[in-house]
Nanobody, 119 residues
Framework: QVQLVESGGGLVQAGGSLRLSCAASGMIVRIVNMGWYRQAPGKQRELVGTITTAGSTTYADSVKGRFTISRDNAKNTVSLQMNSLKPEDTAVYLC?????????????WGQGTQVTVSS
């Protein structure tokens, strides 16, 4: 079994910064991709960004230039540095990982961490 645990959410004023972290643990053979999604009340879950094992990143247009994803392959962690936060960034942020175990490869999710940006 694999677990993803996020941390670092909270309340911040517009223009501020937060850093989210996600740690993967369990019977992990290899982490293929990791990423962050977010879901605001009444809205569909949307992709924030992803990062491959090699460190290649993709971002949603809405966060480009403000958010940065990084990962530590040795520690099985992924982080999301969020700068210049806007009220519309308010959402539950969820960590996602495409992870291989001895039983196969699956898509895993964390429980989410709340980010609230006040205007």
């Amino acid at each position: 079994q694999v677990q993803l645990v996020e941390s670092g959410g909270g309340l911040v004023q517009a223009g501020g910064s937060l850093r989210l972290s996600c740690a993967a643990s369990g019977m992990i053979v290899r982490i293929v991709n990791m990423g962050w999604y977010r879901q605001a009340p009444g809205k569909q879950r949307e992709l924030v960004g992803t990062i491959t094992t090699a460190g290649s990143t993709t971002y949603a247009d809405s966060v480009k230039g403000r958010f940065t994803i990084s990962r530590d392959n040795a520690k099985n962690t992924v982080s999301l540095q969020m700068n210049s936060l806007k009220p519309e960034d308010t959402a539950v942020y969820l960590c996602n990982g495409l992870i291989s175990t001895y039983r196969g490869t699956g898509n895993y999710w964390g429980q989410g961490t709340q980010v609230t940006v006040s205007s």
